[in-house]
């Protein structure tokens, strides 16, 4: 069960400044979400297997192959400075 105090504590944490009003409505918001989930923790579940997703999901992931890339030239052709085969930017400590 939700109390004022809890409701103040955590408008203390958010730093909100809420009314006696709000308060109340807040206290009495959470206890409805509170009540409703000790209704779903009434279900009989033993049938039902332990899911880490509610959707199948499958391995997304390809192979590595080697394939075609640019040459170092045009990759670096735009580049507004280089040194040899690399990009050069400027040093940021």
């Known amino acids: 069960m939700i109390t004022i105090k809890d409701v103040e504590h955590v408008a203390l944490l958010a730093r909100l400044e809420l009314s006696d009003e709000e308060k109340q409505m807040y206290a009495k918001q959470l206890n409805a979400i509170l009540e409703y989930a000790q209704m779903l923790n009434e279900l009989n579940t033993d049938d039902i297997p332990p899911t880490a997703h509610v959707l199948p999901l ?3 992931w390809r192979e590595d192959e080697v394939g075609e890339h640019l040459p170092p030239e045009e990759v ?8 040899g085969q690399f990009f050069k930017v400027p040093r940021i400590v």
């Open 58 to 60: 499958k391995n997304v």
């Open 76 to 83: 670096l052709a735009n580049a507004p400075e280089t040194e």
